[in-house]
């Protein structure tokens, strides 16, 4: 057997025990979950242009068309993480006020998801200087959404 079909199979077989395992978590906890994975993926791909932008890693354009336009498709995901009654104490570090307070929250989430567009599009076309000033721009919207409505 090669290699290749071996992975397939791996895969299939993977693909399949998580699809048993999700369908024994609750509404809340799958969505818990889904909320936990865009966060960790955005995370996972705004680190290098952060890095970029602080002078940490030198400017790379391609790479920072690449990470900006992944951190946008995911940031357009985040909506539908945040259904009423996801908050599952001890398992998110989401604060209550999100769904107290929801037409405020959806507002700082549409502008997130503003600035990430933002972001993919200058990523293109900018310099250092520029993609700083994108990413600082970006950053500034999670750090106000973060001091609202994320547990320290």
Same mark, same amino acid.
């Given at each position: ?16 025990g998580l699809a048993f395992a999700h369908d024994s978590h609750t509404k ?20 290098p242009l952060g890095a970029m932008a602080q002078g940490k890693a030198p ?16 940031? /357009?995901? +985040?909506? $539908? ?5 996801? &908050?599952? @104490?001890? !398992? #998110?570090?989401?604060?209550a006020a999100i769904w107290e307070h929801r037409p405020e929250f959806d ?9 990430? /567009?933002? +972001?993919? $599009? ?5 310099? &250092?200087? @520029?993609? !700083? #000033? ?19």
């Open positions: 057997m090669s290699r290749q079909l071996l992975a397939l199979s791996a895969l299939v077989i993977c693909g399949i809340a906890e799958q969505a818990n979950d889904y909320r936990h994975g865009l966060y960790g993926a955005i995370a996972w791909n705004f680190a400017f790379d354009k391609s790479e920072a068309t690449t990470r900006a336009a992944r951190v946008a498709a995911l940031a /357009e995901m +985040l909506p $539908e993480a945040f259904p009423e009654g996801s &908050a599952i @104490k001890g !398992k #998110t570090e989401a604060k507002a700082l989430l549409k502008k997130f998801i503003s600035k990430t /567009e933002a +972001l993919s $599009e200058g990523a293109k076309t900018a310099d &250092a200087e @520029k993609l !700083k #000033t994108l990413v600082l721009d970006t950053r500034a919207v999670c750090k106000e959404c973060h001091e609202k409505y994320k547990e320290d």
